[in-house]
């Protein structure tokens, strides 16, 4: 990703320290934080420093070599790494990758890791551009770009692969409630791709799709299960169907690490649950650019934030990866992935 000129990726290791684009502060600054430890790892992703799947693998392997380098327990390191986000299963992906019973190898890994998850990125991009005629209007919810996958991104990488190839698309960015990942994150990548788009509102979807406004709906995933059914951020579910209701195709764009063999479906993904406060508040830029939380309910209430949901198998017409596009079966995602 090319941020003020300067190209970045979302994580890096850097002599020993962890650097990471502090996603909590995007779009309002741009700044570059540090890890030096394991609990720093633990505390970025846990408060969402960095988020987005394939990003949180990445992070999770670096967190693994620190420890390494630190001489600490990998196998204790691993388990405290493992559990600070349960849906995304990339995490799980990066700790496999990066675990050796040689410590000094650790790191070696783990960059592989990182260099591998940024080659699917860019051939992720590649294979959803070809569903991309031009001028389309896509929809797409949550973050799924340059900070969620590290560089290319997944279902922004079919978007910004279709705006470099000319194909000027239109996108419909839903804000994503609580965290608003869409409306801070992914509508900022799309200013910096020069990428047409409005925000709106995550119950927005159903209307323009019912007007014949939306073409096409490309999201990313945290966890695809064997036979298909797709974790995603929360909001997903309700884009997909109405989709089906109103005849749009609905794509998932997912790396070949966010495929989970060892879950049968989507009953049995794991749903993180997080903090009601992000629900009864929200975080914004106040006139000097200073972040601000400013509670929106009423004192008294509670609320329930799952932060993911899981769409079914039936409602996706297909899924993007680096190998191609693939139907949501458990045999055509079994030969897909052999
Ligand atoms: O809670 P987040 O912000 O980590 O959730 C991210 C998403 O749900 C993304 O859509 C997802 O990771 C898919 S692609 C990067």
Redo the contacts with the bound molecule.
Sequence with gaps: MQVHGNQYRAVWWDDGVVKFIDQRLIPYRFEVAEAHSLEDVVNAIVT?GV????T?GVMAAYGLALAANQRQDLANARRILAQTRPT?VNLQAGLDSAMDDTPTRVLENAKHFDDSTVSAAEEIGENGNRLITPEMKILTH???GWL??QDWG?AAAVIFKAQRAGKRPFIFVSETRP?L?GSRLTAWEMTNERVDHVIIVDSASALLMSRGEVDIVV????RIAANGDTA??IGTYAHALAAKAHDVPFYIA?PASTFDSGTPNGAAIEIEDRDANEVLSVEGAGGDDSILTLRIASPESGARNP??DVTPAELITGIITERGVVRPSIRAIAAHLA
Aim: glycine share 8%.
């Design positions: 969402m988020r987005g799947a394939p949180i995304a949550c973050n799924t969620a996958a997944t965290r990942q999201v990313g995933a945290d995603n951020k997912a932060a993911f």
